[in-house]
């Protein structure tokens, strides 16, 4: 019988260090999707191999007994987040290295694979999602678990508890506004 994972999850925010052992085998391979499908590059020099970005992401996880997670949904749209902030620090080092350094692709276009490679400088988008924050949150992390870990409409709307139309809908209005965003700051182009 395989375990649940959302009981772990709580046995694990109610600091027991036991469940962190049992979680790991559980979760993992879905994290290295998630990674991948954050990193993929089309070819391109990643910033972080998705192995590398899922052990970052892990250990800020492991490291932070004090966070409670319920459950499986809940444990992977914080995954997304941890997952984007490790992205945003490493481009802002990788940039102030070299310039320009901060490029990846990320599909906002209502197609799940563009037929061309869609390439955004992340770190703008990631000031992009900052001020749609400030129109509403849930905005930003539909972006989050749909475009960073490449979420279906279906597990964005399980992750966050709320309805697919609603999903749906807002989607719709975060990507047409990023895309507009990035367009006007000249932060997104196509190769």
């Known amino acids: 019988m395989k375990p649940d994972i959302s009981?772990?999850?709580?046995?694990?925010?109610?600091?027991?260090?036991g469940a962190l052992n049992e979680i790991t085998p559980l979760v993992y391979d879905e994290?290295?999707?998630?990674?991948?499908?954050?990193m993929r590059r089309n070819g391109q020099e990643s910033i972080l191999q998705p192995t590398a970005l899922v052990h970052e992401a892990w250990m800020r996880m492991a490291g932070d007994q004090r966070r409670y997670i319920p459950n499986r949904p809940h444990f992977f749209a914080l995954a997304a987040?941890?997952?984007?902030?490790?992205?945003?620090?490493?481009?802002?080092?990788?940039?102030?290295?070299?310039r320009g350094?901060?490029?990846?692709?990320?599909?906002?276009?209502?197609?799940?694979?563009?037929?061309?490679?869609?390439?955004?400088d992340f770190l703008a988008l990631d000031e992009a999602l900052n001020r749609l924050g400030a129109i509403k949150q849930r905005y930003?992390?539909?972006?989050?678990?749909?475009c960073l870990a490449g979420l279906t409409i279906e597990e964005t709307a399980a992750?966050?508890?709320?309805?697919?139309?609603?999903?749906?809908?807002?989607?719709?209005?975060a990507r047409a506004w990023l895309e507009r965003e990035l367009r006007r700051t000249g932060s997104s182009g196509q190769s």
């Open 159 to 173: 992750a966050m508890a709320v309805s697919h139309a609603t999903v749906e809908r807002e989607w719709n209005f």
């Open 31 to 38: 994290l290295r999707r998630l990674a991948g499908s954050t």
């Open 7 to 17: 009981q772990l999850l709580l046995r694990w925010s109610a600091g027991e260090e």
């Open 101 to 120: 350094g901060s490029q990846i692709e990320v599909a906002l276009d209502s197609n799940e694979v563009a037929e061309r490679p869609h390439y955004t």
């Open 140 to 146: 930003v992390r539909i972006a989050e678990l749909r």
């Open 81 to 98: 987040k941890i997952m984007r902030d490790i992205l945003v620090d490493h481009l802002r080092r990788r940039r102030a290295a070299k």
